[in-house]
């Protein structure tokens, strides 16, 4: 478990079940982020800082469409 590896995937509560979402895995110091219709793509990840700003900004609301 120390490899620094995403654990955990999960998708939004919110998705639609169509395969166009993204999906998030929980680091030791943050959280990553894959697209859920291609995963052999890799990750992005982020600090827990970062996501913890970015959580901040979905829930005001800057991300809406």
């Given amino acids: ?3 620094g590896l995403p654990r955990n995937w999960r ?3 919110y998705s639609n079940g169509g395969g166009e979402c ?3 895995g ?4 943050g959280a ?3 697209d859920s219709k291609d995963r052999a793509a890799g990750h992005l990840s982020f600090g827990s800082a970062q996501w913890t700003d970015f ?4 829930a005001r609301g800057r991300y809406r469409r």
């Fill in 22 to 24: 993204v999906e998030v």
């Fill in 26 to 29: 929980g680091l030791p110091d």
């Fill in 55 to 58: 959580l901040a900004a979905v």
């Fill in 11 to 13: 998708t939004s509560s």
């Fill in 1 to 3: 478990m120390g490899d």
């Fill in 32 to 34: 990553a982020v894959r």
